[in-house]
């Protein structure tokens, strides 16, 4: 009998322990945070612009080169009120004409001259505001090149957007550290759809960004074996368009 009363009062005491794992795992979900972000129209350029959460400010010259040494200066570069997260807008020369989609294998290719272990969220081409767009939304270590600065490699979250105008590359870069990237992401689809083009655009400011060196592939070898795709009627805005722009 004795025993029996131990092993009741164990099975009621695993029964408790459970019910009390249970409703903290409940209340681990619940507290998930969600951000609210308030946004404010940013003129980028002449003819480009952004709604960016509020405190958004211009980064100086010396913050610029602090914060990105691996870096060519962009047109613009913005960050938050806590300077936390970035966003970033420039111009390159452009070597594929329309063909959005060996762009955007090139710009894979690029991104690990930059970046090291990539895990890519995003690896597409949509339509927006009837723009195409190639889409590269991704987490991985930044790599420390060209600098005599000994830092150590920083793991970010990075949300890149690619269009071509005229024969340029507008490159569009909203960027925080993978740390903090539970509330910064959140602001990222609402960020990156209020990218506005008009006819106004300045393309006298387009910069090669290019590294000297590339690894993987070179943009000929990138081109050989690409079929020719029929462009289709572009898609409602977000949906996937794997042909070449308009």
């Known amino acids: 009998m004795k025993n029996f009363y131990v092993l009741l009062v164990m099975a009621l005491a695993f029964t408790k322990l459970a019910a009390q794992e249970r409703q903290g795992k409940q209340t681990d979900d619940s507290e998930v945070k969600k951000y609210k972000f308030t946004y404010t129209k940013s003129k980028l350029a002449e003819g480009a612009s952004v709604s960016l959460p509020k405190g958004f400010r211009v980064m100086t010259d010396g ?6 040494p691996n870096f060519h200066k962009p047109i613009v570069m913005m960050t938050s009120e806590d300077d936390a997260a970035d966003f970033g807008y420039n111009i390159s020369f452009n070597q594929w004409g329309r063909n959005l989609k060996l ?13 090291k272990d990539i895990q890519y969220l995003q690896d597409t081409i949509i339509t927006q505001g009837k723009r195409n767009f190639v889409v590269l939304e991704f987490v991985s270590f930044t790599q420390n090149k060209e600098t005599d600065r000994e830092l150590p490699p920083i793991r970010t979250y990075s949300y890149m957007m690619y269009t071509v105008e ?8 909203y ?3 993978a740390r903090i990237m539970d509330k910064w992401k959140q602001a990222a689809p609402a960020i990156m759809s209020s990218i506005k083009i008009d006819s106004g655009l300045d393309l006298e400011n387009a910069t090669t960004q290019i590294p000297k060196k590339t690894k993987g592939k070179k943009p000929s070898d990138l081109a050989k074996g690409q079929p020719k795709v029929k462009t289709k009627s572009s898609p409602k805005s977000g949906n996937i368009n794997t042909g070449e722009a308009k």
Do not use: A, G
């Not at 913050?63 to 990105?68: D, F, I, L, N, V």
């Not at 090139?106 to 001259?113: A, G, L």
């Not at 005229?166 to 870069?173: M, S």
């Open 166 to 173: 005229d024969n340029r590359i507008l490159v569009f870069n």
């Open 175 to 177: 960027t925080c550290p």
């Open 103 to 115: 762009l955007k294998e090139f710009m894979k290719s690029n991104h690990t001259f930059y970046f």
């Open 63 to 68: 913050e610029m080169k602090q914060k990105y």
